[in-house]
């Protein structure tokens, strides 16, 4: 009989709830149909929405600070296979095995006491801080139902109440019905209405009290830490002193595009010893009596009448105010053939050049690598052209190739571009040695590469 009762019990609670959840839904509909009104409170629904966003922010924060301990438990696991590899790889003769030791000892407690402080101080005050959220949100969605509730007792007693035909004895229980729903939502409405406000104030000194922790064991663990770090480096500095013979040497980057500057300097060997014999030469008059013009000169919109170039080396002037320099310029050229030549043809071609018209020629500036030479108003005129900055050699280097400079440590390198950007491997420079330059002026002859990695940057 007794399980009978409890049964019977059960069911008819399940069947309270059951014509709860109807009746709730029933007035949600009616709500949003508009045909019944819902009782609302604005103060409460800002609580709301601040809570939420409390939660949210704070979960946010838990997730963020479980990934840091995380890092942190990552950094100390490769900082302790580092240590031990410097075990290792540090041999028993040396001096400052001891040491090593103690310093990848202290360096391993260091790692643990900071996770750990960390977890205690700021992670479980995070979860002790996010626990009370879950009880709060279960209490603002049992207030919501509370709030139907009381709204659809409110509608059915005002419908008994305005019926043509009343019904005293239901009014009656319909009205202690809706002051029973009253009761429990105004009782939970308080309650969440003082809680609230004060759960939301709280969130300043919980920031507060958790970023001043980790910031405070961070400093700590870094001030302990550069104390081990700087124990190290004492040890291994006493290390580098006594083995100082076998300094580990510093090597440039290998280079892919070797020997392309060697090349391009042997033909500039090869054109400048070319060059002084074809100029002894002397043009010989052609068949015809034509004039002989020079072909490195180029004009712009001019065409140059025959009877102004009647005499054999006769040169176009390079503007119009230097008519007679340009003439003799172009004597001397024409070699000792030339100069023997009767004085009525040198006088004739004198007077031919100096009745040239006017003679637009346009120059255009040189570039390299896009810079323009000597067009830049911030080049100094000391530089090489296309100066882009100094640097100063740190190491010694021995060049391996004859267009690779020779460096000493100390030696000041005047750094500039690449005719052709192709050939410059990644880690090599072009340049000069300033010595060179201040002493030579020679561009071609003094400049070469060298490794970037070698040197420092000082302008």
Request: a negative charge; aromatic letters at 6%; one cysteine or more.
């Amino acid at each position: 009989m007794a399980e009978l009762g409890s049964k019977g019990v059960t069911a008819g609670k399940i069947a309270s709830n059951v014509q709860k959840k109807l009746t709730r839904a029933q007035e949600k509909v009616l709500q949003k149909l508009g045909k019944a009104d819902e009782t609302k409170d604005e103060q409460f629904e800002q609580c709301v929405q601040n809570f939420n966003k409390q939660l949210s922010e704070g979960t946010r924060l838990q997730k963020d600070l479980r990934t840091y301990l995380a890092s942190v438990k990552a950094m100390h696991e490769a900082s302790k296979k580092l240590t031990e590899c410097l075990q290792e790889v540090y041999e028993p003769d040396w001096p400052g095995r001891d040491d090593t030791n103690k310093i990848a000892e202290n360096n391993d407690l260091l790692w643990t006491d900071f996770h750990q402080k960390l977890v205690d101080q700021a992670l479980l005050t995070m979860d002790t801080y996010l626990g009370q959220f879950p009880d709060i949100k279960s209490r603002i969605a049992k207030r919501g139902r509370k709030l139907v509730d009381y709204d659809s007792a409110r509608h059915h007693f005002e419908a008994l109440q305005t019926a043509k035909k009343k019904d005293e004895t239901k009014i009656a229980k319909a009205e202690e019905e809706l002051v029973k729903a009253q009761k429990v939502f105004e009782e939970m409405n308080v309650d969440l209405q003082e809680e609230l406000p004060s759960l939301w104030n709280s969130r300043v000194g919980f920031y507060v009290n958790t970023f001043q922790s980790i910031a405070g064991l961070e400093e700590n663990f870094h001030k302990e830490m550069s104390k081990l770090n700087q124990n190290l480096h004492d040890v291994l500095l006493g290390l580098d002193k006594q083995y100082s013979g076998n300094a580990f040497p510093v090597k440039a980057q290998p280079r892919k595009k070797t020997k392309l500057f060697a090349r391009l300097r042997k033909k500039m060997s090869r054109y400048r010893d070319s060059t002084p014999a074809k100029a002894n030469k002397s043009p010989s008059p052609p068949p015809d009596g034509s004039p002989i013009t020079s072909p490195e000169t180029k004009t712009v919109n001019h065409e140059l009448e025959p009877s102004t170039l009647e005499a054999p080396g006769a040169s176009i002037p390079k503007s119009p105010s230097q008519p007679a320099e340009a003439a003799h310029a172009g004597a001397e050229a024409a070699g000792s053939e030339a100069a023997a030549g009767d004085e009525a043809s040198k006088t004739e071609a004198d007077s031919g050049s100096s009745s040239l018209p006017a003679v637009v020629v346009e120059t255009f500036p040189a570039t390299v690598n896009g810079t323009v030479e000597g067009g830049a108003s911030s080049e100094r005129a000391d530089m090489p052209p296309g100066f882009l900055f100094k640097v100063q050699a740190m190491h010694d280097y021995t060049a391996t190739d004859s267009d690779e400079l020779q460096l000493k440590a100390g030696d000041v390198v005047l750094v500039i571009p690449f005719e052709n950007p192709e050939e410059q491997d990644e880690g090599w420079l072009m340049g000069v040695k300033e010595s060179d330059w201040i002493q030579r002026k020679e561009l071609d002859q003094c400049r070469g590469v060298f490794p970037e990695n070698f040197t420092e940057r000082v302008q």
